[in-house]
């Protein structure tokens, strides 16, 4: 019996304002609101809420047969809560239906799995934490921002305790292999991998409009088709995509949503099922191990790391945010460390790109480099301005120890004198 | 293909970026095999390379006839022009220009500069072209800039040849919208006439289609290129501790020198390490030596007055930035080699060059936050020095005349088609 497994993903990066380098150490607030709102209720409107509207009626009119899967960024629950909470409450909704899981990623939606493994685990942990808060549950399934993936960043995943995680359909890493299968990591076996079918998802997210993709118009039917005539020991079939083609890359207009409405009827009529990535790592035995020396992502023609990390400018920023990292986890500063967060999604990189700096605001680059650059420059200041940098980590780790168990300390001193004093007067008393 | 050109000027003579332009693009032709250039220039100085493409000069065309010996025609201008091709020439004395005033010879003095009575000279240039019209043999007529326009009219009115021309400039550049009415009539007669009409950007296309009512259908925009520096690697840059930023170009209003006084103003508020250099001469030097000494930055801005040939190179070279705020600049050759010595630019987005830089940093001219930003970015940020100038440098040497010269051709061949 062959089975799909749906996920659909939401990330959108907390935009940064023009920041021009005079403000530096003046102004401490790097966000563009309006564009941020504006952004946020554009998708809101256009593809979020009728998305969900119409994946309840899914799940309802097929009694629950029909299952899929959300991966949300903490950012982006963050925005949908301050701009548009009625898409929360709608997501809530669709969680009590049971049919639908959320997945855990990193919260900032950063590339920390490659260049900070510590400060990934508490990204991953903090956004287990939002999802558990908002829907009840936690997650027991990852996904990485971009999909990135090696087999290191496997293993880590795996310590953390998931036993299934997603990646990319990837030439070089899969070679013959189909992605209709479930896969392990190449040595610690129990981590289970599903690839995404990159060109079933793409179908819809990309070409579902696309008059001269050749297998315009598109069907549920004709699509369910495709699914079935895949050979017959493949068990599952992975459709992955930005929630966003929903509405926004593939309008209402185009029938995108008559379109989904329609695949529960077909699938059933083909005895196909839906299932959530965690059921799926469970129930399939691997097909084989997958080895990924290198990380891979879901973007480009070469499903590597070089959108937001191939040139000069990319590495400069990322080496510059994360060589701070260490001593923004001593700060306790409570805005000082959401900026951390925000500054770190990887869109900001994506942005630098000479190649493809996809959904940029910037004119160019090298705007992005710099708008970039000044903004993290002034949080370098606060950074500074919490414990200077002439004393080292370590040093300021033992200090930091210090103040905070002085109070314990003193505690425990006092009673000790309080005994002492006591022990004396009875002492006195007896004499 | 036999091409007619009328140009102002030509290397190593050369007054401003048209001469530079005329022999890029020229040489760039001339890879052509079938292309034959004949370049007609005011006043030729006897050393400019004919290697690739031969030189007329216009004074030593008659256009009046008078009897002289072949002797004396070699002791007289022997050195730009053989003796026999003026009394070849001179068959193609067809109207009486008794008018104009003529030396023994029956040329016309030609300064070949920017002079009082350039009006004149035009016309007189005129005369010369239905000489050259009447006696030459050539496919296509090609005009340089306004001052040549009548004389490609005139020629193509005789000749029947189809007749193009370039705009690497109009009066709506120079003169920041303050218009000469006769320099924009001699222009719009000029674009008028033509089968064709090549501009350097698109910036100046849209001018030539807005301003001159021309035909949108009739304008192509043929991007310059630049010459390669042969010896780029000979620049070095000394090291110093403080950074250099260098404006380069005259000192006048359409290059917009008071904003990049304004932003490096700016800078200096924030950092101290970092020098600027005006370099150049021009109407607006002195108020700019008065707004330099009135924001009190005298002590970290300089001016270094006219410089030419290597020491132009040599300035780029030296600086860590580029900048051209141009209000209003048709193409701009300056940055691309900047760029060519791997140094980092800042362009406005008024320049014609924009339009195929990508490696560059464009801002609005009069936007002097977003300039002092990029300045403030380059000098402090050494990944984004690096960046711009490695990619720029790989950029600007991929644009090359030849490609340009291909263009051309396909719009003379287009051209002598549809006559």
Redesign the interface.
Known sequence: MKNICFYFQIHQPLRLKRYRFFEIGHDHYYYDDFQNEERMKTLVEQSYIPANRTILEMIRSSNGKFKCTFSISGIALEQLEQYAPEVIDSFKELAKTGSVEFLAEPYAHSISSIFDANEFELQVKMHADKIESLFGKKPTAFRNAELIYSDKIGEIVSKMGYKTMLIDEARHIMGWKSPNFVYNHSYVHKLKLLIRNSRLSDDISFRFSDQNSGNFPLTADKFIGWVKSSPENEEITNIWMGYEALGMYQKAESGIFEFLKALPYHAMEQQISFIFPTEAGKKFESAGTISCPYPISWSGHEKDLSFWTGNDLQQEALNKLYAVSERVHMCSDKPLQRDWLMLQSTDHFRYMSHRDANGTHFESPYEAFMNYMNVLADFLERVEAQYPTTIENEELNELLKTINHQEKEIESLENELQKVKAKKVKVAVEK | MKALMFGWEFPPHILGGLGTASYGLTRGMSMQHDMEITFVIPKPHGDEDQSFLKIVGACNVPVVWKDNDWEYINQRIGKTMHPDEYFWLRNGIKYNFNRIHTNDLGCIDFSGRYPDNLIEEISNYEAVASVLAHQMDFDIIHSHDWLTYPAGVFAKQISGKPLVIHVHATDFDRSRGQVNPTVYGIEKRGMDAADHIMTVSELTRRIVIEKYHQHPDKVTTVHNAVDAVPDAHTFTKTPRKDKVVTFLGRITMQKGPEYFVEAAH?VL??TKDVRFVMAGSGDMMAAMVDLVAKRRIADKFHFTGFLKGRQVHEMLAESDVYIMPSVSEPFGISPLEAMQVGTPTIISKQSGCAEIL??A??TDYWDI??M???I??IV?????H???QD?GRDEVNNIRWEDAGLKVRGIYDRAIHRS
């Open positions: 700016k508020q924030k990508t490696h940093i464009k936050d977003a002092a930003d990029a403030y970015a402090k940020n050494p990944a984004m690096k960046s711009l990619l």
